[in-house]
């Protein structure tokens, strides 16, 4: 009786130790699977953050491409890397973008083109790249990170350095900080270059929080809110000017 209570405490023994050491084995694989996934779950997290800050990552690719990062900056374009570019406004904030086929690219003397030529001419991604890498002045026009357009700034291409209406280029597209003259006339000035200009009543006037609206959309705006505007200084725009009156003023986005 004896011996059979001892045999049952001995298997009974036994069999904890064996549930134990079971039980040991799972908890050491559970924790490890936690641990990949986890790690999976960074890496993950990492590539995501790189793809939704609006092209400023160092990769490329589709994933970079989808930001959300929609609006038209108005500055300095720089190289960054194949099909990557960074616009820099008057402010030094930078913005970076990608180019694809359909991207638009317009020059006016430094990307392609003839600085005195009235009209813009189209170019390609080759001589964008090399444009950009030495850098030069446009309105960029973004949507969900890559660019629209690329349209350079006429007044960047050295042409019209005059500080007057009736100096250098009547018509084209300039981009600088806005100015007020006088009622129904304005200036876009940059690099100590400044450009005059009239509105009209058919002048397409856009706002983006500053002159008008706010910087989530593009609103349309009043002369008036022109001029307030343009006395209190400090906007940034890009003017579409033809025979030395404003068609379009776009305040960039900010």
């Not at 699977?33 to 997290?45: F, L, N, P, V």
């Not at 491409?65 to 570019?85: F, I």
């Amino acid at each position: 009786m004896l011996r059979t209570h001892r045999r049952k405490s001995v298997l009974a023994a036994a069999a904890l130790v064996a549930t134990t050491m079971l039980l040991t084995a799972c908890q050491g694989e559970g924790t490890e699977d936690r641990g990949k996934s986890t790690g999976a779950t960074a890496s993950d997290s990492a590539a995501q953050g790189k793809s939704e800050d609006g092209g400023s990552g160092t990769g490329a690719g589709s994933a970079s491409k989808s930001g959300t990062v929609t609006g038209k900056w108005v500055g300095t374009v720089s190289y960054l890397a194949p099909g990557k570019y960074t616009v820099t406004d008057a402010k030094d904030a930078e913005q970076a973008f990608f180019t694809s086929e359909d991207t638009d690219i317009e020059g006016a003397g430094k990307i392609c083109g003839d600085a005195d030529g009235q009209a813009a001419t189209p170019c390609t991604e080759e001589q964008l790249e090399a444009a950009a890498k030495k850098g030069f002045g446009a309105t960029v026009d973004v949507k969900d990170g890559v660019a629209v357009s690329i349209i350079e700034d006429h007044a960047d291409s050295g042409a019209g350095t005059g500080d007057g209406m009736g100096e250098g280029e009547k018509s084209g597209l300039f981009a600088g900080t806005l100015g007020y003259m006088a009622p129904g006339k304005y200036s876009v000035s940059r690099d100590g270059n400044q450009r005059a200009f009239f509105t009209a009543t058919d002048t397409v006037i856009n706002g983006a929080g500053w002159i008008c609206g706010d910087a989530e959309t593009v609103t349309p705006c009043t002369e008036e809110d022109l001029e307030a505007a343009a006395k209190k200084g400090g906007i940034a725009v890009a003017v579409q000017v033809e025979d030395g009156v404003a068609v379009t003023i776009d305040e960039e986005h900010n």
